[in-house]
């Protein structure tokens, strides 16, 4: 991809699933990563294998992307690490099995919100104006397909990735003439420990699981992580210069139906 060499970005949730794929994909792109986490062992971990392989390429950060003064903090830490910062991966994100409204208690439907959407509003008021310093880059906020369509028995993780997709097409209104282009990635389900931890299933049960959550993908199989890494490094990438505002599935085909 071109246009990612030399540069710096931080990628939310980078400890596990979609944001540890999307770290190497960027380190193997010859960009800098900081590597945010609630988990500093699993920011540690992601960056210094990343390190060993590319060395100076990742630095761990610890963060709660819903604490506006650690966001902030973790904004400062890429900056002056690298000298600068390009772009935003926001892949910090849970799931919950809440139910239906009726079910969902309010710590879930708070605590979900303020995860998946209220995370997109912090990291963007910290490192916007940084990226804008840097002459311009690129924001992508994970949403799912779950942000077109719903499952009955999530109303909160359905009304946060709706609000992820018109949050982004805000966000790439608004810093259009910044240079600042902001798109959205919507995954079917995938195959990460996200998906393994909802379905709390272990060995075949859990390999069963999965499978019956890929029948309805016609491309026949879950979401792979680095499919959504490929499509994280071209967004960030100068060649999708001309795209900003969009939500583009990777799914396999699920959206289709
Ligand atoms: N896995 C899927 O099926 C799937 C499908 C579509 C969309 N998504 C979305 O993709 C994103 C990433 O999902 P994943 O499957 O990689 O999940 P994951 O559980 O594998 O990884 C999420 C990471 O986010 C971190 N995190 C959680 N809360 C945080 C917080 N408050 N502050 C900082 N970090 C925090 C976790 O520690 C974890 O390392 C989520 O937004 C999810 O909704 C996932």
Known sequence: MRGLEGNTYIVTGGGSGLGKATCWRLAEEGAKVGVLDLRKS????????????????AVAIEADVTKSEAVKAGVEVAVS?????????????IALGEGGVVECT???WDLMMDVNVKSIFLTGKYAIPEIIKAGGGSVVNISS?????????????????GAV????RQMALQHATDGVRVNAICPADADTPLISNLLGKEGEALIEA???LAAPIPMGHLTKPEDVASAVAYLLSSDSAFITGVSLPVD??????
């Open 145 to 161: 397909v779950f942000g077109f369509v719903v499952n009955p028995d999530e109303c909160a993780y359905a009304a946060s990735k």
């Open 106 to 108: 309010e710590k879930s």
């Open 42 to 57: 699993a920011a540690e971990e992601i960056a210094a294998e990343i390190n060993a392989q590319f060395p100076g390429a």
């Open 81 to 93: 690490t690298f000298g600068g910062l390009h772009g935003v991966v926001n892949c910090a994100g």
């Open 210 to 212: 999965k499978a019956e």
């Open 252 to 257: 396999g085909g699920f959206l289709v139906k």
């Open 165 to 168: 997709i018109n949050l982004t």
